[in-house]
């Protein structure tokens, strides 16, 4: 696309032409606060991430990020709020599996249309969710769970943060590659599920590990494996879901860092030069490896790439399982 045409796109929203000069010009940025939206609420994954980069762009820029949380309907809400805002770089989102990859499925209609309306800026972190069960339950491995599901069909609840989330999609997937049968049960919040799932309300969770992992070092809840391609340096002892007998199971719950599609490249390519600087640093992989997730960073043509293979991957997962968030 020619840079003229990448100018007039930038300029929608903007208030005046020299404004849009000035990005032409490849004049300093940024030269106020930047916003990072988190559809998430307070105290998540997603809110946590966007903290701690807000700070190492403080650092970087000089100037402000502020954190604006943005939560409902499945991170539906701040990804619109992202997509229409002006293409200029000051508006950042922190984007994850379920608002950028699942939602286009799960929901009949979106104000947002993921692929077409962001641009990737890079994967920032990644990290398995852990298959949790209530002790009450009397399996003690993977194997051991699915031979008691097929024994006692209907009677295993499963539940989640709600509809299209990673615990949801972890355990529809489940189901499909094992031929099980459970009940999802959905909670406006991991945090609430885990909660329930000790007072033996659920039997299992596919959970977030920062809520599960103290409680399974506590013994409150007995952890059988992890999600992801590979085991998960909180639980190191504990096999991946496909390890422990069940091929073909993979779910690695994400984050990057988006902008509105019409930003410019340029733009786009200074943001990710600092972003992976930050992301280098032993203090930023040290912190998100304390809160159960791996640091990471690529480009911005491979985190696209990579929205497009979960959105195609996710999509048959929703498919085969039959779940709806509308």
Known sequence: ?????????????????????????????????????APYPPGG???????????KFFETWGQQIVV?????ANGS??????????????????????????????????SYDSIRDFAG?????????????????PVKSV??????AKANPGKLNFGSGGAGSPAHLAGELFKTLTG????????????????????????LVFSDAPPAVPHVKSGKLRALAVTGAKRTPLLPEYPTVAEAGVPGFELDNWWGILVPAATPKTLVARINTDLVKIMQTADVKERF?????????????QFDAYIKSEYAKLAKIIKASGARAD
């Open 180 to 203: 099980v049968s459970m009940t999802h049960v959905p909670y406006k919040g991991t945090v609430l599920s885990v909660s329930d799932l000790i007072a033996g309300q659920v039997q």
């Open 77 to 110: 809400i701040g990804c619109d709020l992202a997509a229409k805002s002006p293409a200029d770089g000051y508006t950042l989102l922190v984007g994850n599996m379920t608002p950028i990859a699942a939602n286009p499925s799960l929901y009949s209609k979106l």
């Open 143 to 148: 194997q051991e769970l699915i031979a008691y």
């Open 289 to 301: 490896a304390n809160f159960g997730v791996e640091a990471i960073h690529g480009t911005p043509a």
């Open 45 to 55: 994954t997603s809110d946590i991430i966007a903290r701690i980069l807000g700070q």
């Open 68 to 72: 604006d949380n943005r939560p409902g």
């Open 1 to 37: 696309m020619q840079v003229s045409r990448f100018i007039a796109t930038a300029c929608a929203g903007l208030a005046s032409v020299a404004t849009c000069a000035a990005i032409a010009a490849d004049q300093p940025f940024p030269a106020k606060p930047v916003r990072m939206v």
């Open 121 to 137: 800026v890079s994967l920032v972190a990644a990290g398995p969710n852990v298959l949790v069960v209530n002790p009450s339950l």
